[in-house]
Nanobody
């Protein structure tokens, strides 16, 4: 069974940090671009960051540039999203996704074939 599983979410104070993980089972991530998305209640899903299959290219939403870092360890079949200086408005369910579409489309949800179930990130004091 092909599956992506996110972990690492939780409650963090404003200005704090979290590292999310996205682990694949049933298939190898080696050939897939990976995207991180988030969706807050009542809002549309937003592309946060993405990384090419080799890890050589990354892309970030303007709102997270300089604060979030995406990385991957293909040997562990896992992708990470390191988040720092978190803000209350970034409270959302964070999802990872895997896809084979062109990397220039990597922040579009339609570029992805497999999705995780999401992990809740709550930024609050």
């Amino acid at each position: 069974q092909l599956q992506l599983v996110e972990s690492g979410g939780g409650l963090v104070q404003p200005g704090g940090s979290l590292r999310l993980s996205c682990a694949a089972s049933g298939f190898t991530l080696d050939y897939y671009a990976i995207g991180w998305f988030r969706q807050a209640p009542g809002k549309e899903r937003e592309g946060v960051s993405c990384i090419s299959s080799s890890g050589g290219s990354t892309n970030y939403a303007d709102s997270v540039k300089g604060r979030f870092t995406i990385s991957r360890d293909n040997a562990k079949n896992t992708v990470y999203l390191q988040m720092s200086s978190l803000k209350p408005e970034e409270t959302a369910v964070y999802y990872c996704a895997a896809g084979l579409a062109a990397f220039r489309l990597c922040r579009l949800s339609s570029s992805y074939d497999y999705w995780g179930q999401g992990t809740q990130v709550t930024v609050s004091s």
